[in-house]
C-alpha cells in the first residue's frame, strides 16, 4: 500500500531507533530527563523562543498554548478550518473554557479586513473579550498552504497587544518552503507549537515554546491535564533525531506534492491548481468531475493507494518520508485514472 493520508503515518527509520534506545533518561516529572530537557531546549532556540515543552500530541500543545494566552471565557479568533476549530472535538471549550469566533478564507489564509472586524478588546461588560488571535501555518485543511499575511498580522496584533498563538504543526514545512528560519515565524507569537510526527518522522510528539513563565504554568497544566510523563526521553530522543536529520529533506515531499498536483490538473483540470500547492498537501476538488469522494477512496484503495476525504467534494493527498517520489508517481497515475 502507498498511504498518502497524512504525514503522520511514517514509521521511524532504524537510525531513528537507535537514537532511541541508545538516549539517556530520567524522570520527566522530576524535570530529571536529559533527552527530554535537550529536546526542549533545542526546540525552544529554534524557534526563537526561552523554554520549551515536549506534549505527546500537537493538540495537547494548542490545549496548552492557547490557555495560556486566554483565561476561561474569553475568547480566541482563527481561520474556520483551523485545526484548533475543527480537529480538536471543543477542547478549547471543553477544557479551557475558551470560545472561538472565525474568519473564514480561501486555503486558510489571514484576512485582516475580516480579523479586525472580528477583534473586540474591550466592549463593555456585554461582550466577550478578544483575548489571542491563533494562525496555522502552514493550513492544514487548506492545502498545506503558507500564510502570506503573516507578519503583517504579528504587527497589527503587536500594536494592539493581543498576543499570537501559531498552530506550527508543520511550520517546518512552512520554512523550507520558504527559505526562512522557523524563528523568524514562531519569534513573533508568544506561544508556538510544532509537531515531530508528522513530516519530520518521530513516532510521537509535539513541542510547545513560549516564555520561562508561560512554559512553567503549561507545565503545571499538563500534569493537572494527566499528560505529566517520566522517561519521555526515550520519544524525545527520536525528536531529536528528526530535528536534527528530517527537515531539510522535506524539499522533497513538496517536490513530490506538485508533481501529483500536476498529473491530477491534467487528468481533471480545475480540480487543483498545481501553483497553489506550496508544501506537501495537495487537496483536489471532486466537484466537476462528477465522481465522489468515496469512490475514488475506495477505487484507490483497491489499487494500492491511500488518500483521506477531508470535505464533501475534496480529497487530501499528503506525501512524506516514507513515499518516495515513485511512489507518488504511481499514486497520482492510479488517481488521475480515478477522477479523468
Ligand atoms: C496534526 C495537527 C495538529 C496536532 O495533531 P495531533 O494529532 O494532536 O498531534 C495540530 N494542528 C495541525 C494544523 C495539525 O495538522
Given at each position: 500500500?502507498?498511504?498518502?493520508?497524512?504525514?503522520?503515518?511514517?514509521?521511524?527509520?532504524?537510525?531513528?531507533?537507535?537514537?532511541?534506545?541508545?538516549?539517556?533518561?530520567?524522570?520527566?516529572?522530576?524535570?530529571?530527563?536529559?533527552?527530554?530537557?535537550?529536546?526542549?531546549?533545542?526546540?525552544?532556540?529554534?524557534?526563537?523562543?526561552?523554554?520549551?515543552?515536549f506534549?505527546?500530541?500537537?493538540?495537547?500543545?494548542?490545549?496548552?498554548?492557547?490557555?495560556?494566552?486566554?483565561?476561561?471565557?474569553?475568547?480566541?479568533?482563527?481561520?474556520?478550518?483551523?485545526?484548533?476549530?475543527?480537529?480538536?472535538?471543543?477542547?478549547?471549550?471543553?477544557?479551557?473554557?475558551?470560545?472561538?469566533?472565525?474568519?473564514?478564507?480561501?486555503?486558510?489564509?489571514?484576512?485582516?479586513?475580516?480579523i479586525?472586524?472580528?477583534?473586540?478588546?474591550?466592549?463593555?461588560?456585554?461582550?466577550?473579550?478578544?483575548?489571542?488571535?491563533?494562525?496555522?501555518?502552514?493550513?492544514?485543511?487548506?492545502?498545506?498552504?503558507?500564510?502570506?499575511?503573516?507578519?503583517?498580522?504579528?504587527?497589527e496584533?503587536?500594536a494592539?497587544?493581543?498576543?499570537?498563538?501559531l498552530?506550527?504543526?508543520?511550520?517546518?514545512?512552512?520554512?523550507?518552503?520558504?527559505?526562512?528560519?522557523?524563528?523568524?515565524?514562531?519569534?513573533?507569537?508568544?506561544a508556538?507549537?510544532?509537531?515531530?510526527?508528522?513530516?519530520?518522522?518521530?513516532?510521537?510528539?509535539?513541542?510547545?515554546?513560549?516564555?520561562?513563565?508561560?512554559?512553567?504554568?503549561?507545565?503545571?497544566?499538563?500534569?493537572?491535564?494527566?499528560?505529566g510523563?517520566?522517561?519521555?526521553?526515550?520519544?524525545?530522543?527520536?525528536?531529536?533525531?528528526?530535528?536534527?536529520?528530517?527537515?531539510?529533506?522535506?524539499?522533497?515531499?513538496?517536490?513530490?506534492?506538485?508533481?501529483?498536483?500536476?498529473?491530477?490538473a491534467?487528468?481533471?483540470?480545475?480540480?487543483v491548481?498545481p501553483?497553489?500547492?506550496?508544501?506537501?498537501?495537495?487537496?483536489?476538488?471532486?466537484?466537476?468531475?462528477?465522481?465522489?469522494?468515496?469512490?475514488?477512496?475506495?477505487?484507490?484503495?483497491?489499487?494500492?493507494?491511500?488518500?483521506?476525504?477531508?470535505?464533501?467534494?475534496?480529497?487530501?493527498?499528503?506525501?512524506?518520508?516514507?513515499?518516495?517520489?515513485?511512489?507518488?508517481?504511481?499514486?497520482?497515475?492510479?488517481?488521475?485514472?480515478?477522477?479523468?
Amino acid at each position: 500500500m502507498i498511504d498518502l493520508r497524512s504525514d503522520t503515518v511514517t514509521r521511524p527509520s532504524a537510525d531513528m531507533l537507535a537514537a532511541m534506545t541508545s538516549a539517556p533518561l530520567g524522570d520527566d516529572v522530576y524535570g530529571e530527563d536529559p533527552t527530554v530537557n535537550a529536546l526542549e531546549e533545542r526546540v525552544a532556540g529554534l524557534l526563537g523562543h526561552e523554554a520549551g515543552l515536549f506534549t505527546v500530541t500537537g493538540s495537547l500543545a494548542n490545549i496548552l498554548g492557547v490557555r495560556s494566552l486566554v483565561p476561561p471565557g474569553g475568547e480566541v479568533l482563527c481561520e474556520a478550518s483551523a485545526h484548533i476549530a475543527r480537529a480538536e472535538l471543543g477542547a478549547h471549550a471543553a477544557v479551557s473554557g475558551v470560545t472561538t469566533r472565525t474568519w473564514s478564507a480561501s486555503s486558510g489564509q489571514i484576512d485582516l479586513e475580516q480579523i479586525r472586524a472580528l477583534i473586540a478588546p474591550d466592549l463593555g461588560p456585554y461582550f466577550v473579550v478578544t483575548s489571542a488571535v491563533s494562525v496555522e501555518n502552514t493550513h492544514n485543511f487548506g492545502g498545506g498552504s503558507i500564510q502570506h499575511g503573516y507578519d503583517v498580522l504579528a504587527d497589527e496584533l503587536d500594536a494592539r497587544g493581543i498576543p499570537l498563538h501559531l498552530d506550527g504543526a508543520r511550520l517546518w514545512n512552512a520554512g523550507v518552503a520558504t527559505g526562512r528560519p522557523v524563528a523568524s515565524f514562531a519569534s513573533r507569537a508568544a506561544a508556538a507549537s510544532v509537531c515531530l510526527s508528522k513530516g519530520l518522522g518521530a513516532p510521537v510528539g509535539s513541542v510547545l515554546v513560549g516564555s520561562v513563565e508561560l512554559i512553567r504554568e503549561a507545565r503545571i497544566w499538563r500534569k493537572r491535564l494527566g499528560a505529566g510523563w517520566r522517561q519521555a526521553g526515550v520519544l524525545a530522543a527520536a525528536g531529536l533525531y528528526a530535528v536534527e536529520h528530517n527537515v531539510e529533506r522535506l524539499a522533497e515531499d513538496h517536490a513530490n506534492a506538485r508533481a501529483i498536483a500536476e498529473v491530477l490538473a491534467d487528468a481533471a483540470p480545475g480540480s487543483v491548481k498545481p501553483d497553489q500547492v506550496e508544501t506537501n498537501i495537495v487537496v483536489a476538488d471532486l466537484a466537476a468531475t462528477g465522481r465522489t469522494v468515496a469512490e475514488v477512496v475506495a477505487g484507490a484503495r483497491d489499487a494500492g493507494v491511500l488518500i483521506g476525504g477531508v470535505g464533501a467534494t475534496q480529497l487530501r493527498v499528503v506525501t512524506h518520508l516514507d513515499a518516495s517520489a515513485a511512489d507518488c508517481r504511481t499514486a497520482a497515475e492510479i488517481l488521475a485514472r480515478l477522477i479523468g
